[in-house]
Structures are given as C-alpha cells and as structure tokens.
C-alpha cells in the first residue's frame, strides 16, 4: 500500500473574490504494506486538508523566532491529538512542513527500537526514515532559499568583511523543531502513572525538562541574534545543499551496481 499526502491551500486573493489553490511539496511516498495493522493505524502520516488562508496572508520580512517557537510547540501538541496538517502559507508552510517530517520520524525512531516487531517491519520503519529524512533536509534548504529570495529582493548584500556562521538559519530552526517534539515528551512522561515512574524517574525527567528549556533559548537567542546580522549584512548567508548520496541511485553503489 503506497499512500501519498498532500496539503492543498486556497486563498482567497484581496483583489478578487475567486479562489485560487496553490500545491506544495508533497510528503515523501512511503510503502507501508509490511506494516502490522496496529503500527499502520498511528497517526503519522500528513492526510489531505483543504483550508482558507485569510485576506492578506502576507510573507514576513524577516523570520519572527518567537512565531517559529509557537508554531512548533502548537502543532506538536495538536498532532498528538489528530492527523497533521498544515494550514500556514508562504515561510510558515515550509516551517510547519519541515517540523511535520520531523515529527513523523520521531515516531518512526520509536518503533524502530522496539523489540516486539519483526525484522520484516523494522526494515520497513528504515524505509520511512530514509524518506522522511531526505524530506526534513530538503525543507531546511528551502527555508534557506526563502532567506535567500528575501534578501535579493530587499537588496541587501553583505558587507566588506562579513563573516560567516557554520551553520544557517534553516538547521537552526530544524534543531528547535527536534526540541519541541523532545520537550513535548519528557513532559509527557510527567503524566505516566505505571510502576516505573517512580520519584527518581520524574526527577531526572524534570531536570532534563530544565536543561532543554536552557537549550531551545539559547540557541533561539542565537538564531534571532544571527538573522539581525544577515539583515544588516554583517553575516554572509548562503543555503547549503545537502547532496544526500544514499537515497540517490546515481550516486549509491549498492543501488546502480544491482541494476
């Protein structure tokens, strides 16, 4: 059973009262048939949605990190409680998109750790994986181009003796997303009820709550103070490619050799 998702938008345009759908990336196609039905029946999967964005729904100028934290900690909490669906446009649907990936192979990881399914269904979870994670990459890159057509059509170039971060603003966002669906777990294991949430158990959970929380400020902090500098042309931003060489027949020896 192969299942396909895909998220169309319409929106209503200020200058006229027609609707006009716009298409986005579609979530990688996944085969999920060697899946038992209990596995396949999780909510993992992007389902199809139709949704009205409002009368000008308009682009940001610059990526708003406290909108990004809010959107993360939102969907992740709402996914846990029906299908996944993206209902932003423009930055905040690629936002959402790459957080729906990572979302989805957080819950893949765990079943690919679990000791009760087969050798049959783990290579299956494996599959997913590979999917979902060239899907998450390629998001982060189109984060980065949205940066990048930001700052062409804004003209803004970098300085004489601009430097350069190691890492961009669509990795950094990936990272806040992965902290999210962390934090939104440990905090899930406050509620367990079974023998094993003991005292030490909410202890530990609690001081890593802590520590996080720590994290996803700090480098939400740096992330804002890193997209100020790129705006002022202090700091040089360039989207990296990923050229992922496994999921490419080309390029994987073990894919090109077996033809």
Not at 74 to 85: D, G, K
Not at 122 to 149: H, M, P, S, Y
Not at 165 to 173: H, V
Request: with cysteine; proline share 4%.
């Amino acid at each position: 059973m192969f299942r396909r998702s895909i998220t169309v938008y319409r929106s209503i345009e200020p200058s006229c009262s027609a609707y006009s759908e716009r298409e986005f990336t579609q979530a990688p196609k996944v085969d999920l048939s060697c899946l038992d039905s209990g596995i396949r029946g999780r909510k993992l999967f992007l389902e199809i949605s139709f949704k009205t964005l409002p009368p000008g729904d308009e682009e940001p100028t610059m990526i708003d990190v406290s909108q990004v934290l809010d959107l993360q900690a939102r969907t992740v909490s709402l996914w846990h409680q029906q299908p996944i669906e993206n209902t932003y446009s423009g930055l905040w649907q690629l936002v959402c998109q790459q957080h729906a990936f990572n979302y989805q192979l957080w819950h893949q990881e765990d079943i690919a750790r679990s000791v009760d399914v087969s050798d049959q269904e783990i290579a299956c979870v494996k599959r997913a994986i590979d999917g979902f994670n060239q899907a998450r990459n390629d998001t982060i890159e189109k984060i980065d181009d949205w940066l990048t057509a930001q700052l062409a059509e804004r003209n803004i170039h970098p300085k004489s003796g601009a430097r350069q971060n190691t890492e961009t603003p669509g990795s950094a966002i990936d990272r806040l997303s992965i902290m999210a669906l962390r934090l939104y777990h440990y905090r899930e294991q406050l509620e367990r009820t079974d023998a094993d949430a003991d005292a030490e158990h909410l202890t530990k959970v609690r001081q890593r709550i802590a520590l996080c929380e720590e994290q996803r400020d700090d480098l939400s902090r740096s992330l804002t103070e890193l997209l100020q500098a790129i705006m002022a042309g202090e700091r040089i931003h360039k989207t990296y490619r990923q050229m992922k060489m496994y999921n490419d027949p080309t390029l994987n020896p073990y894919l090109y050799q077996s033809k």
